[in-house]
Antibody, heavy 112, light 111 residues
Framework: QVQLQESGPGLVRPSETLSLTCTVS????????WSWIRQPPGKGLEWIGY???????SYNPSLKSRVTISVDTSKTQFSLKLSSVTAADTAVYYC??????WGQGTTVIVSS | QAVVTQEPSLTVSPGGTVTLTCGSS?????????PYWFQQKPGQAPRTLIY???NKHSWTPARFSGSLLGGKAALTLSGAQPEDEAEYYC???????????FGGGTKLTVL
Protein backbone atom coordinates (compact mmCIF):
# COMPACT_ATOMS: atom_id res chain seq x y z
CA GLN A 1 0.00 0.00 0.00
CA VAL A 2 1.38 3.39 -0.97
CA GLN A 3 2.18 5.79 1.87
CA LEU A 4 2.45 9.58 1.84
CA GLN A 5 4.64 11.77 4.02
CA GLU A 6 4.50 15.54 4.24
CA SER A 7 7.62 17.54 5.05
CA GLY A 8 8.52 21.20 5.39
CA PRO A 9 8.91 24.05 7.87
CA GLY A 10 6.51 24.15 10.77
CA LEU A 11 6.78 27.91 11.15
CA VAL A 12 6.45 30.49 8.40
CA ARG A 13 6.64 34.27 8.74
CA PRO A 14 3.69 36.40 7.56
CA SER A 15 3.96 37.52 3.93
CA GLU A 16 6.43 34.74 3.13
CA THR A 17 5.88 31.57 1.08
CA LEU A 18 4.84 28.28 2.64
CA SER A 19 6.54 25.31 0.98
CA LEU A 20 5.68 21.66 1.62
CA THR A 21 6.65 18.42 -0.07
CA CYS A 22 4.82 15.11 -0.14
CA THR A 23 6.84 11.97 -0.73
CA VAL A 24 5.09 8.97 -2.24
CA SER A 25 6.62 5.90 -0.66
CA UNK A 26 6.41 3.18 -3.26
CA UNK A 27 7.18 5.45 -6.19
CA UNK A 28 3.79 5.06 -7.84
CA UNK A 29 3.29 8.73 -8.63
CA UNK A 30 2.43 7.96 -12.22
CA UNK A 31 -1.28 8.03 -12.93
CA UNK A 32 -3.72 9.36 -10.34
CA UNK A 33 -4.39 12.85 -9.06
CA TRP A 34 -2.45 14.05 -6.01
CA SER A 35 -4.08 16.59 -3.71
CA TRP A 36 -3.27 19.05 -0.96
CA ILE A 37 -5.87 19.68 1.74
CA ARG A 38 -5.67 21.78 4.87
CA GLN A 39 -7.52 21.98 8.16
CA PRO A 40 -7.35 25.12 10.34
CA PRO A 41 -7.44 24.49 14.09
CA GLY A 42 -10.90 23.32 15.13
CA LYS A 43 -12.32 23.66 11.63
CA GLY A 44 -13.18 21.49 8.65
CA LEU A 45 -11.26 20.31 5.64
CA GLU A 46 -10.44 22.66 2.77
CA TRP A 47 -9.27 21.42 -0.61
CA ILE A 48 -6.28 23.42 -1.84
CA GLY A 49 -5.70 21.81 -5.20
CA TYR A 50 -4.46 18.79 -7.09
CA UNK A 51 -1.95 17.81 -9.71
CA UNK A 52 -1.94 14.96 -12.19
CA UNK A 53 1.36 13.21 -12.76
CA UNK A 54 1.30 14.69 -16.27
CA UNK A 55 1.55 18.12 -14.65
CA UNK A 56 -1.98 19.39 -15.14
CA UNK A 57 -3.35 21.19 -12.10
CA SER A 58 -6.55 22.49 -10.59
CA TYR A 59 -6.80 24.87 -7.64
CA ASN A 60 -9.40 26.10 -5.16
CA PRO A 61 -10.61 29.40 -6.64
CA SER A 62 -10.30 31.10 -3.26
CA LEU A 63 -6.58 30.27 -3.12
CA LYS A 64 -5.71 30.12 -6.81
CA SER A 65 -3.81 33.40 -6.94
CA ARG A 66 -1.40 32.22 -4.23
CA VAL A 67 -1.04 28.48 -4.89
CA THR A 68 1.34 26.47 -7.01
CA ILE A 69 1.42 22.67 -6.98
CA SER A 70 4.16 20.86 -8.86
CA VAL A 71 5.31 17.27 -9.32
CA ASP A 72 8.75 15.73 -9.55
CA THR A 73 8.24 12.26 -10.94
CA SER A 74 11.95 11.42 -10.69
CA LYS A 75 11.82 11.98 -6.95
CA THR A 76 8.26 10.61 -6.58
CA GLN A 77 7.30 13.83 -4.83
CA PHE A 78 4.79 16.57 -5.30
CA SER A 79 4.95 19.98 -3.70
CA LEU A 80 2.84 22.88 -2.50
CA LYS A 81 3.76 26.54 -2.48
CA LEU A 82 1.43 29.09 -0.91
CA SER A 83 2.58 32.68 -1.17
CA SER A 84 1.87 35.77 0.92
CA VAL A 85 0.75 33.79 3.94
CA THR A 86 -1.15 35.24 6.88
CA ALA A 87 -2.27 33.87 10.21
CA ALA A 88 -5.38 32.54 8.44
CA ASP A 89 -3.14 30.02 6.66
CA THR A 90 -2.22 28.36 9.96
CA ALA A 91 -3.44 24.79 9.63
CA VAL A 92 -2.62 21.12 9.43
CA TYR A 93 -1.69 20.44 5.81
CA TYR A 94 -2.37 17.02 4.32
CA CYS A 95 -1.31 15.48 1.06
CA UNK A 96 -3.56 12.78 -0.28
CA UNK A 97 -4.65 10.60 -3.08
CA UNK A 98 -8.25 11.28 -2.24
CA UNK A 99 -9.53 7.94 -3.42
CA UNK A 100 -7.58 6.00 -0.83
CA UNK A 101 -4.43 7.39 0.81
CA TRP A 102 -3.70 10.30 3.15
CA GLY A 103 -0.52 11.54 4.73
CA GLN A 104 -0.40 11.98 8.49
CA GLY A 105 -0.47 15.77 8.12
CA THR A 106 1.97 18.48 9.10
CA THR A 107 1.20 21.53 11.20
CA VAL A 108 2.18 24.90 9.78
CA ILE A 109 1.97 27.98 11.95
CA VAL A 110 2.18 31.43 10.43
CA SER A 111 3.65 33.80 12.96
CA SER A 112 6.37 36.36 13.33
CA GLN B 1 -17.82 28.23 -6.00
CA ALA B 2 -20.43 25.69 -4.95
CA VAL B 3 -21.31 25.16 -1.32
CA VAL B 4 -21.61 21.60 -0.01
CA THR B 5 -23.86 21.15 2.99
CA GLN B 6 -23.91 18.49 5.71
CA GLU B 7 -25.77 18.14 8.99
CA PRO B 8 -23.57 19.76 11.65
CA SER B 9 -24.24 16.99 14.13
CA LEU B 10 -26.15 13.74 14.51
CA THR B 11 -26.60 11.25 17.32
CA VAL B 12 -27.22 7.53 16.94
CA SER B 13 -27.74 4.83 19.53
CA PRO B 14 -25.38 1.86 19.64
CA GLY B 15 -26.69 -0.69 17.16
CA GLY B 16 -28.88 1.90 15.50
CA THR B 17 -29.00 3.25 11.97
CA VAL B 18 -28.27 6.79 10.85
CA THR B 19 -28.00 8.51 7.47
CA LEU B 20 -25.70 11.44 6.85
CA THR B 21 -26.41 13.56 3.80
CA CYS B 22 -24.41 15.77 1.47
CA GLY B 23 -26.13 18.42 -0.61
CA SER B 24 -24.99 20.88 -3.24
CA SER B 25 -25.94 24.53 -3.69
CA UNK B 26 -25.99 23.94 -7.45
CA UNK B 27 -28.84 21.44 -7.34
CA UNK B 28 -29.26 17.71 -7.11
CA UNK B 29 -26.20 15.61 -6.40
CA UNK B 30 -25.66 12.92 -9.03
CA UNK B 31 -23.09 10.25 -9.71
CA UNK B 32 -21.31 12.82 -11.88
CA UNK B 33 -20.30 14.59 -8.68
CA UNK B 34 -18.36 11.45 -7.71
CA PRO B 35 -19.27 11.75 -4.00
CA TYR B 36 -16.62 10.77 -1.48
CA TRP B 37 -17.00 10.18 2.25
CA PHE B 38 -14.20 10.52 4.80
CA GLN B 39 -14.01 9.67 8.49
CA GLN B 40 -11.82 11.67 10.85
CA LYS B 41 -11.24 10.90 14.52
CA PRO B 42 -9.70 13.45 16.88
CA GLY B 43 -5.98 13.91 16.34
CA GLN B 44 -5.95 11.67 13.28
CA ALA B 45 -5.77 12.21 9.55
CA PRO B 46 -8.96 11.59 7.61
CA ARG B 47 -9.43 8.24 5.95
CA THR B 48 -11.47 7.53 2.86
CA LEU B 49 -14.52 5.35 3.48
CA ILE B 50 -16.50 5.67 0.24
CA TYR B 51 -15.57 6.93 -3.24
CA UNK B 52 -17.56 7.44 -6.42
CA UNK B 53 -20.88 7.32 -4.57
CA UNK B 54 -20.89 3.66 -3.47
CA ASN B 55 -17.43 2.12 -3.68
CA LYS B 56 -15.80 0.85 -0.51
CA HIS B 57 -12.25 -0.03 0.41
CA SER B 58 -11.08 -3.16 2.14
CA TRP B 59 -10.86 -1.18 5.38
CA THR B 60 -14.39 0.22 5.14
CA PRO B 61 -16.59 -1.59 7.67
CA ALA B 62 -19.49 -3.36 5.98
CA ARG B 63 -21.93 -1.39 8.13
CA PHE B 64 -21.16 1.76 6.08
CA SER B 65 -22.77 2.26 2.69
CA GLY B 66 -22.98 5.11 0.20
CA SER B 67 -25.87 6.08 -2.04
CA LEU B 68 -27.82 8.89 -3.66
CA LEU B 69 -30.96 9.80 -1.77
CA GLY B 70 -33.45 12.55 -2.48
CA GLY B 71 -31.05 14.63 -4.57
CA LYS B 72 -28.19 14.27 -2.11
CA ALA B 73 -25.31 11.92 -1.52
CA ALA B 74 -25.86 9.79 1.55
CA LEU B 75 -23.75 7.77 3.95
CA THR B 76 -25.73 5.21 5.92
CA LEU B 77 -24.39 3.54 9.02
CA SER B 78 -26.31 0.43 9.99
CA GLY B 79 -25.51 -1.03 13.39
CA ALA B 80 -23.51 1.83 14.87
CA GLN B 81 -20.55 0.99 17.07
CA PRO B 82 -18.88 3.22 19.67
CA GLU B 83 -15.79 3.39 17.47
CA ASP B 84 -17.86 5.05 14.74
CA GLU B 85 -18.02 8.26 16.77
CA ALA B 86 -16.13 10.71 14.57
CA GLU B 87 -16.39 13.64 12.18
CA TYR B 88 -17.56 12.69 8.69
CA TYR B 89 -16.84 14.79 5.62
CA CYS B 90 -18.24 14.48 2.16
CA UNK B 91 -16.61 15.77 -0.99
CA UNK B 92 -18.14 16.58 -4.36
CA UNK B 93 -16.47 17.19 -7.71
CA UNK B 94 -17.65 19.80 -10.17
CA UNK B 95 -16.94 20.63 -13.80
CA UNK B 96 -15.71 17.18 -14.68
CA UNK B 97 -13.60 17.00 -11.51
CA UNK B 98 -11.83 20.25 -12.30
CA UNK B 99 -13.07 21.58 -8.96
CA UNK B 100 -13.51 19.80 -5.65
CA UNK B 101 -15.41 21.00 -2.57
CA PHE B 102 -15.61 19.54 0.93
CA GLY B 103 -18.72 19.70 3.02
CA GLY B 104 -18.50 21.29 6.44
CA GLY B 105 -18.55 17.94 8.22
CA THR B 106 -20.99 16.06 10.45
CA LYS B 107 -20.03 15.26 14.01
CA LEU B 108 -21.52 11.86 14.73
CA THR B 109 -22.08 10.87 18.33
CA VAL B 110 -22.84 7.27 19.28
CA LEU B 111 -24.78 7.47 22.52
Amino acid sequence: QVQLQESGPGLVRPSETLSLTCTVSDGSISSYYWSWIRQPPGKGLEWIGYIHYSGSTSYNPSLKSRVTISVDTSKTQFSLKLSSVTAADTAVYYCARLQDVWGQGTTVIVSS
Amino acid sequence: QAVVTQEPSLTVSPGGTVTLTCGSSTGAVTSNHYPYWFQQKPGQAPRTLIYDTTNKHSWTPARFSGSLLGGKAALTLSGAQPEDEAEYYCLLSYSGARSVVFGGGTKLTVL
